[in-house]
């Protein structure tokens, strides 16, 4: 699977950060929805694309100039 990458370098790194904190969240309080949206997160995080932002014509990576 070749997604493109529309995820920087910063953005993805707060967003594995947030999926450690959410799966937790979630295994402490015994919440599936928090694992669940924890697991989505650290799987746009850990691919760097999101389709949100495709939706939204969003784009976070760092682009070279030249």
Do not use: H, Q, W
Request: with cysteine; charged share 15%.
């Amino acid at each position: 699977m070749n997604l493109p990458k529309n995820i920087g370098t910063l953005d993805r790194n707060i967003r594995l950060a947030a999926a450690g904190v959410l799966i937790l969240l979630g295994l402490v309080t015994s919440s599936v929805i928090l694992d669940i949206l924890g697991l989505i997160v650290l799987a746009t995080g850990a691919l760097g694309f999101c389709p949100a932002y495709t939706l939204l014509k969003m784009d976070t990576t760092e682009k070279k100039e030249g």
